[in-house]
């Protein structure tokens, strides 16, 4: 595979260039893939990839400050922040109360983060374990799932475990997170800290519920101009929910904490802010 964002940093674009340089947040391999195809698709040239990414970077910048946010404040939301964690809390949905046990968790991080008061930038991510067979999954858990020493963690199958992955939370963020979800919810199982390498990553693809800015949660938002499509009580805890159409904006707003596996290689693929002299 071509990887056309890596190509346009190494772009030999100059200071005589007609247009202002520009970043983007979050290059990952979902934003490098969807490039791609829609290169490969429409027949672009190199010249035309560049219009493509410029047209990215507007829209979403335009987007978002028609609804008081600027882009550029979500780049410790998007991106890995070297003094910071990203980590995958876990919940036991076979003791959920509710069939709708996405919502029901959503109460306990959103009670946690009013508590712990941040991560103020942070992107929120949800959702089941893909492709990680169960022997390997009760492996990872027994050795890095942070817990009680009291507490033995349960072998379920793996759609029952239910992971919320947040970005960019301190030391003195994750403690309180960590207690008050506990406190919250007695399906809260613990969490794995993700910022490094774990052999977890390979099953979290993940999709993005919401990016935190501070007191605004931005969201996606349908046809209809209807944003928070899961229905999570956001409002509840004090939150403005921006909503952000579903178009070629979401490759721009997705966290950069992207990660594969290749031959027994780990590595991180463009997790990081790019800017582009074009």
Request: aromatic share 10%.
């Amino acid at each position: 595979m071509r990887n056309y964002i890596h190509m346009h940093t190494q772009s030999g674009a100059t200071s005589t260039s007609r247009h202002p340089a520009f970043v983007i947040h979050s290059i990952n391999g979902y934003t490098n893939v969807f490039v791609e195809v829609m290169a490969e698709t429409l027949g672009l040239d190199e010249g035309g990839v560049q219009t493509l990414l410029r047209s990215m970077h507007a829209e979403v910048s335009a987007s978002l400050k028609n609804k008081g946010v600027n882009y550029a404040d979500l780049k410790s939301a998007l991106t890995p922040q070297s003094d910071k964690h990203e980590i995958a809390f876990i919940f036991d949905s076979s003791r959920a109360t509710s069939w709708m046990y996405g919502e029901e968790f959503s109460r306990a991080w959103l009670a946690a983060l009013s508590v712990a008061g941040g991560a103020q930038r942070t992107a929120i991510s949800e959702g089941d374990v893909i492709g990680l067979e169960p022997h390997i999954l009760w492996q990872i858990l027994d050795q890095q799932l942070v817990r009680p020493s009291e507490q033995v963690t349960p072998w379920l199958s793996p759609e029952q475990y239910f992971f919320v992955y947040f970005t960019n939370v301190s030391n003195a963020q994750l403690a309180v997170l960590d207690r008050e979800m506990r406190t919250e919810s007695a399906a809260y199982l613990g969490y794995v800290d993700c910022s490094g390498w774990t052999p977890l990553k390979t099953g979290l693809a993940l999709p993005q519920v919401a990016l935190r800015l501070d007191k605004k949660i931005i969201t996606a938002e349908d046809d209809d101009g209807n944003a928070n499509l899961h229905g999570y009580r956001f409002d509840e805890f004090g939150y403005e929910v921006v909503g952000v159409t579903r178009t070629s904006t979401q490759p721009c707003l997705i966290s950069g904490s992207t990660w594969e596996s290749r031959n027994g290689v780990q590595r991180t693929v463009l997790s990081h802010s790019v800017r582009y002299p074009v």
